[in-house]
């Protein structure tokens, strides 16, 4: 027999369901995690170069080491976020331990958490003991579990006719998961523990699913997938092009997507080990012709004026209606929207956002192919959709990618020399958005580019890095990495038309931009934009550079908010009331508005912009 | 050019609906109907020899022809019955014009009719014109039919999925079928006009279904047909044993109704000229087992102690899930119950019957395969289920067969002599519940049959009649068709059940059957028995005949009035939960108490029962 040793334990708290696991101190954080039945990837098995086995530390986090400023940003370490494997068990720590799944995974767990005070998705289970019929009580089958619940309900016949066998086979002991007054399931003895749910964002680019326990509110899984359809097309315009040409396009657009998020969710499933059977509601947000697309409906009256979507103000359905593999009963909610350009993603950020709850002046941004813009003036919020074209999701760019291994990120300026962040800390071989937004920003702000766009060479040491000319100018960024004159264009359409939205809103609202207490933007990618470098380039007007906050994925977290809780739905109702849309289109001016905002802040804005934040910050 | 001539015209009211038509005085009644549009059966073509073109006159019956006296039964010709060709349009008349369909049409149409006060079916289809959308209005199809409606709606994905076309083709003209905030289905133009339900009776022999205009609330046609899945056996039990022996019974016997009533409600459709896919709104009774195969639940635990259906209190589907070939969404109302026995057949009869709405003591009897007994003391019932077998159907009975030409329907004494009617005046071939009841009624009445139900030579000299001794003892009732001992023994089984019944609920009541102020008694072919035949056999307590009455298919007229009016169900479900089901199989004694209720009433106790209606009468 082997000796017992006296070994030292450290109370670790597992958040955000508050499990407390006793783990050996001295122990690698990594392995005894694993040993507690944590599945935490960990592909380089331990040796810290895969950046794969974070966790979050809500409290007690140790100081980061050299390995973790490699691999995770400074924003994420100073949120709690470090490599399991390069630490031990030393004292008592709170964490969020992921669960993560391939490569787009990593980029939608940076959004994963979210705590809800309160859980109350709506969907319920529960477990009832029957007492079984006999010569006083010779009630029906659906009679006896009501009154076991002690309500009425409604029964789909698929379900009723499970009922009679289900009810012998176990002895009269089922769980029932019920939506209000609607059964979803029965199924034989206990399964009250066993309800799931999943918030889906589905993007024009990118598919994000989470997977969360309906019962305790935490999130289990994540997993993110590219969206299939953009086979047939980068944007919503040529998607919408495919149904508008192709007899079965719709069907097509429809299978493919869904069929996507149908892996995705199983993969989830696999990861947690749950059954997909057990998921009963599912919360979807998108852009409108997304929304359309999932649920078969004609997104054609979206691409041409005056713009009509079929539905605008979202639509319960039930899983088996839209194909998803999971309950066939499963309640899905697909989101509200408030037009045809300013969808569900939108509205459900603004919920997480809280825009329109306080008394401030909040600009919302959503950046993406459409750059959705939102502005609250207390309770009254104004909103419109800029067509900004791919640039910033990299399909305009020559060389743009998504944020994916290879990617420059950042671009920033070390004296005169220029330093490029790569995720994966790979070698470059191409450019995202946030990248792009750097480099032109870091170019502006040199000179290298003049206020109209145009790349030219100036006194500044960098100006060797400019080959060609005129339109074929272009700069390397790295080795093999260019930023072209071409590129510099694009990039101008795409904040040209999200800078003219935003002062059309503000006119609308008649406040000044100065009047602005807040900038909050969302978007997938949205928090890997340097917030210099959208004042630099003039996205936004010139304020304070302190007033900008990132919120992640706020469409995704808006989606959650409504999975976990019901009442979230009415807020989203409510919140939808209160938006006045306002189509940037029909404004008789904005053609002009549109080229002058394609312009880049003046030297002179410049230097007052790098005094006030040199003052402020 | 014909010379006019100035013809003289009556006014005739067409009922239910009121319609008032201009008919030339002098013309045959059937002639004039049809250049109206009314599409009046005619086989003989007008030869008098059919007695297809049945019309009820509400109003203004001439004096019935010797053909009529033939073709129709007194009650019948009492009622206003007459044949439409064998009479001239002659002054003001009401009349109730049939359409009838099939052999067993007939049967069901002399129930056809039903005045409800008040058209209110739920189901609604409203005739939009909407205005198209512009730059100042950008609203989604859905919110514009919604605002058009001025409410908010649920609607079906396919429904959804089909709206822009529909609007964009029609030039935003459309109509709307909703059942409350549901939509059921949209079409363009205006067809507000074209909302259509069908009332179904599910007999365990037979289907029965009714055509209404739910804009009108008249009704259109009528179709009856064999319930098809009789050939796995004439009962309940032989069905439930079906679906308990073969794997795939239960989906073969829910797919051979619900085929039979598509070909019945599209034989009804054909006949009116109207398509299927406008009707929205079905009310279906049956007995529990029949309503469990329709919807294709497992009817099991029905056939076995203690009798437990899956569903007793109804339940609301769409065309659809049930494989019904009318709009896709169309409400489906499987009407409650409140036992496995006491289905929603005896529940809608009781509604029609308006039991339990007076302080009087009303007996209800529903005469079939089983007997469904109900007792209304003021507000309160009581209810049984009577195992009475299928003697009266005609299955169990050695020359039975159902009402159908060639069937003995009624025997009569005519002085010593024996009087028999054949149904369609044919050449007798078998004998009907009714005859059978008649014929066991006679017998006993002139001693022929003891009080035990032995068949006995007396001094009658309808003594000659009977062949034959002991358990192979018969009576010859016409050439070719006997009336045996094994028959009486059948009938004793019934009619001894169903007494036993009665006796039950009148004990559980605490009243005595000389406190009963009224008899009604529904059922397919209720209205064919014969009041004192009731009586002379024990089948019912010795009242006096005029407290009899009969009510026709009153499971079928039920059906009717939910389909017409949506307060009806309420009243259903009100009626319902006033109920008290008593289980016969559970009283201790019920075995000697159903013995005892086989014996016939004795001599004196017929003796007083003649001297009784005789005085009374
Ligand atoms: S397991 Fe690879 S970095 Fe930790
Ligand atoms: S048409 Fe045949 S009886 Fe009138």
Chains 1, 2 share one sequence.
Request: hydrophobic share 40%; proline share 5%.
């Amino acid at each position: 027999m082997a000796s017992k040793k006296e070994v030292a334990t450290a109370k670790i708290t597992i958040l955000p369901e508050k499990k407390e696991v006793l783990l050996p101190v001295g122990e690698n954080l990594l392995r005894a995690l694993h040993e507690k039945g944590f599945d935490i990837p960990s592909p380089c098995n331990g040796a810290g170069t895969c950046g794969q086995c974070r966790v979050r530390f809500e409290q007690g986090a140790p100081p980061p080491t050299d390995g973790e400023r490699r691999l995770l940003n400074s924003q994420e370490i100073e949120d709690g976020w470090r490599l399991s494997c390069l630490h031990k068990v030393e004292g008592a720590a709170a964490i969020y331990p992921t669960v993560q799944t391939g490569e787009l995974d990593t980029k939608a767990q940076v959004d994963s958490f979210l705590e809800v005070e309160d859980v109350d998705p709506g969907v319920s289970a529960h477990f009832l003991e029957l007492s079984p019929p006999g010569r006083n009580d010779q009630r029906a089958d659906l009679l006896r579990v009501q009154e076991g619940l002690g309500q009425e309900l409604v029964a789909p016949l698929p379900i009723l006719k499970k009922l009679p066998s289900i009810l012998r086979g176990s002895g009269f002991s089922l769980t029932v998961v019920k939506d209000n007054d609607t059964i979803l399931d029965i199924v034989p003895n206990d399964h009250s523990h066993a309800v799931y749910g999943v918030a889906i964002d589905i993007g024009t680019t990118t598919l994000a699913c989470y997977l969360f326990d309906l019962v305790s509110g935490r999130q289990l899984a994540v997993a993110a997938g590219s969206n299939p359809q953009k086979t047939f097309g980068a944007d919503v315009i040529s998607r919408i092009g495919h149904v508008r040409k192709q007899k079965k396009g719709l069907e097509e657009l429809q299978r493919l997507v869904v069929n996507a998020l149908n892996e995705l969710i199983a993969r989830m499933a696999r990861k947690v080990k749950i059954a997909t059977s057990s998921i009963y509601k599912v919360t979807v947000v998108g852009n409108p012709t997304m929304l359309h697309l999932f649920l078969g409906l004609d997104p054609s009256g979206i691409d041409h004026s005056p713009y009509v979507p079929v539905i605008q103000d979202g639509l319960t359905t039930r899983a088996e209606e839209v194909g998803m593999a999971i309950a066939p009963f499963a309640k899905v909610e697909v989101l509200p929207g408030v037009s045809a350009y300013v969808g569900a993603d939108i509205v459900a950020g603004m919920l997480y956002a809280n825009l329109g709850m306080t008394d401030e002046v909040v600009l919302f941004l959503d950046v993406g192919t459409n750059g959705e813009i939102a502005l609250a003036v207390g309770n009254e919020i104004f909103t419109c959709s800029a067509a900004a074209g791919p640039a910033f999701e990299g399909a305009s760019i020559s060389q743009g990618m998504s944020a994916l291994d290879g990617a420059i990120y950042r671009v920033t300026l070390d004296g005169d020399e220029l330093s490029c962040a790569v995720v994966g800390e790979k070698e470059a071989r191409g450019i995202c958005g946030s990248g792009l937004l750097d480099a032109v920003a870091v170019l502006r702000k040199i000179g290298l580019i003049d206020k109209t766009g145009r790349l030219r060479k100036t006194e500044h040491p960098l100006s060797s890095r400019i080959e060609g000319e005129g339109t074929r100018a272009r700069f390397l960024l790295a080795d093999g990495v260019y930023l072209t004159q071409k590129d510099i264009r694009e990039f101008q359409l795409a904040k040209g038309a999200i800078r003219a939205g935003i002062d059309v809103l503000l006119e609308h609202a008649a406040v000044n931009f100065d009047d602005i207490d807040r900038v909050l933007v969302g978007g997938a990618f949205g928090s890997s934009l340097f917030p210099l470098s959208l004042l630099r380039t003039g996205l936004l007007p010139p304020i304070s550079v302190e007033k900008i906050h990132f919120l992640g994925n706020s469409a995704g977290q808006g989606a959650k908010l409504v999975l976990l809780n019901r009442k979230n739905e009415e807020k989203l109702q409510q919140l939808n009331k209160r938006i006045n849309y306002i189509e940037l289109s029909f404004i008789k001016d904005f053609s002009q508005r549109f080229v002058s905002c394609m312009q880049f802040p003046t030297d002179e804005q410049l230097l007052t912009l790098q005094q006030r934040n040199e003052r402020e910050g």
